[in-house]
């Protein structure tokens, strides 16, 4: 077994040097593990990430969707991994011990394990009571203690036959086309012309029953307010005239799906993640006015270092690997519909220089916000 900094580097050369990855230095978190070493590679459709810090290794698949909307951790000891914190027993007298948290579909889960595939490949991997396999709607996460490679092979490809039976959602686009958000000056409320012609707005408040924060008890940050009715815009319609990216600026749960039922006169909190308070933004931020460009680049992706990324439609410019958010309600993946960015100019920072996407669902009226961040 591998139990010094010596040993952490040799199990990610060995990895490196099996499966052809790259190597990279890192300081990365677990609980009360540092990381020092990441080996990023790919095998057989999956793209992965390695993370070594003695005397385990997670393997994290960020490449993974299915439609079911599940959560949960398979491990004996109830130890929790990167991905998530398992609360409860998923379901009596069944031998794998499956962990749950309460607010995911307890029969989509039980479907899923009890696949007979499925439940072959986890029983398959063999695992103690120190390793930890946690999987959700988009990534796969297996925490490992073994620096044996032919332990390690098997499990790669079990791992790999587990992705490529279940691996279902591609990256949907609401628009082709894209648009440039431009966040102008503030709006002066004294003039006429600004309550008349302004027709996307940054900023501001919802006056009536605004959305609460679960965390922080405050409401949600209204980041932008885009009418779809604009003439100018060639998209389709979302099933309300404006489409609102709302997320909470001070809470840590950010960089997990923020889930919001819309309609003409309402929007509803329908999914939110607990976690920690660390910001203490202002209520609302100031109102400004947005302009909207036709981007010629249309979808492309990786704009230029000197480039704004706030943008309406088109692909998103992912920070980390594609995560793509599950509807709750009909279970389906969402739809890209824009992002924004950190933006000092406009006093809003999503994490450490990251953005915040929007996708939508709008069979079911639902909008999700998360952020990626370096």
Same mark, same amino acid.
């Given at each position: ?26 300081? $990365? ?12 590679? =790919? ?14 290794? =997670? ?30 027993? $998923? ?16 029969? $989509? ?7 007979? =595939? ?55 686009? #609401? ?61 389709? $319609? ?20 923020? #889930? ?62 594609? =995560? ?51």
């Amino acid at each position: 077994m591998f139990f010094d900094k010596s040993k952490s580097e040799n199990i990610a050369s060995l990895i490196s040097r099996e499966f052809g990855g790259k190597i990279e230095k890192c300081n $990365a978190s677990f609980g009360l593990k540092t990381c020092k070493y990441c080996v990023k590679l =790919e095998y057989d459709n999956m793209k992965m990430e390695v993370y070594v810090f003695y005397p385990y290794f =997670e393997i994290w698949i960020k490449n993974f969707h299915i439609k079911e909307d599940v959560l949960f951790s398979i491990n004996q000891s109830k130890a929790s991994s990167g991905l998530m914190l398992p609360v409860k027993r $998923a379901f009596k007298n069944y031998d794998i011990p499956v962990f749950t948290n309460s607010a995911y579909n307890i029969e $989509a889960l039980k479907k899923f394990c009890m696949n007979s =595939e499925n439940e072959k490949d986890i029983i398959n991997l063999k695992m103690s009571n120190e390793e930890v396999l946690s999987i959700s709607s988009s990534q796969i996460v297996m925490r490992n203690k073994s620096d044996d490679i032919n332990l390690i092979r098997e499990r790669f490809a079990i791992l790999s036959s587990f992705f490529n039976r279940n691996n279902e959602q591609e990256l949907k686009l #609401f628009s082709k086309s894209s648009y440039r958000i431009v966040i102008g000056s503030p709006l002066d409320h004294s003039i006429k012309r600004d309550q008349n012609i302004v027709r996307h707005t940054f900023g501001g408040v919802m006056e009536d029953n605004p959305p609460q924060c679960i965390n922080c008890h405050r409401p949600l940050h209204f980041l932008a307010k885009i009418d779809m009715e604009d003439p100018k815009l060639k998209t389709k $319609a979302i099933g309300t005239r404006f489409l609102y990216i709302i997320t909470c600026l001070n809470c840590e749960h950010s960089s997990v799906p923020l #889930f919001i039922e819309y309609s003409d006169k309402m929007l509803r909190v329908i999914r939110q993640e607990k976690g920690e308070t660390f910001n203490n933004f202002p209520a609302f931020l100031e109102k400004r006015e947005i302009t909207l460009i036709k981007d010629p680049k249309s979808t492309a992706r990786g704009i230029e270092f000197n480039e704004s990324r706030h943008k309406l439609g088109g692909s998103p410019d992912w920070i980390q690997s594609d =995560e793509i958010p599950v509807c709750p309600k009909c279970n389906k993946g969402m739809q890209f519909i824009a992002q924004l960015e950190t933006d000092n100019n406009v006093d809003i920072q999503f994490g450490d220089n990251g953005i915040l996407y929007a996708f939508i669902c709008i069979k079911c009226k639902v909008i999700a916000t998360f952020m990626q961040y370096h």
